[in-house]
């Protein structure tokens, strides 16, 4: 899996001229799932966005994770994120798992961030095109990906 981990003022994703989800402060995540990831790539994502210490302590240092600020996530779904244009100038996308096995992983890791935060994740649509809009804090923008060995 890979995510792209943006601390955010606020943040929004709509489809067309309907607005889905939208969140204050906390964290905006697009994120990837890759051919062969498993549960086991959802939960170790899941725990590291959570569990990630990149909001100021009271001597601002970037030291509290998300839950610690009361900070709300909107994890929205994006497969273009395994995008491979090394060759040529048209991106393939055959790094990302299809969509019948990528959709029960990603909703595999919205259930484990709830769990982890202790409270709802805002969503977007799954396999829809959206527009995502926000306001950076930083900006503070992290690439994660999961460990090749689980």
Same mark, same amino acid.
């Given at each position: 899996?890979?995510?792209?981990?943006?601390?955010?003022? !606020?943040?929004?994703?709509?489809?067309?001229?309907? +607005?889905?989800?939208?969140? /204050?402060?906390?964290?905006?995540?697009?994120? /990837?799932?890759?051919?062969?990831?498993?549960?086991?790539?959802? *939960? $170790? %994502? !899941?725990?590291?966005?959570?569990?990630?210490?990149?909001? @100021? @302590? #009271?001597?601002? +240092?970037?030291?509290?994770?998300?839950?610690?600020?009361?900070? =709300?996530?909107?994890?929205?779904?994006?497969?273009?994120?395994?995008? =491979?244009?090394?060759?040529?100038? +048209?991106?393939?996308?055959?790094? !990302? #798992? @299809?969509?019948?096995?990528?959709?029960?992983?990603?909703?595999?890791?919205?259930?484990?961030? *709830?769990?982890?935060?202790?409270?709802?994740?805002?969503? /977007? $649509?799954?396999?829809? #095109? %959206?527009?995502?809009?926000?306001?950076? @804090?930083?900006?503070?923008?992290?690439?994660?990906?999961?460990?090749?060995?689980?």
């Amino acid at each position: 899996m890979r995510a792209v981990v943006q601390r955010v003022l !606020s943040a929004s994703v709509a489809a067309g001229s309907c +607005r889905h989800s939208e969140i /204050g402060r906390g964290l905006l995540v697009l994120l /990837g799932v890759a051919q062969g990831d498993t549960e086991l790539e959802a *939960e $170790w %994502m !899941s725990r590291k966005i959570v569990q990630l210490r990149i909001f @100021d @302590d #009271a001597a601002g +240092r970037m030291n509290l994770p998300v839950r610690d600020t009361g900070g =709300d996530i909107l994890l929205v779904s994006q497969f273009t994120l395994y995008g =491979d244009a090394s060759r040529g100038n +048209r991106p393939g996308f055959s790094g !990302s #798992a @299809d969509f019948e096995k990528a959709r029960p992983l990603y909703e595999k890791a919205v259930r484990s961030i *709830e769990q982890h935060l202790g409270k709802p994740v805002m969503t /977007g $649509w799954y396999g829809e #095109a %959206m527009q995502v809009a926000l306001i950076n @804090d930083g900006p503070v923008t992290l690439i994660l990906d999961t460990p090749q060995r689980l």
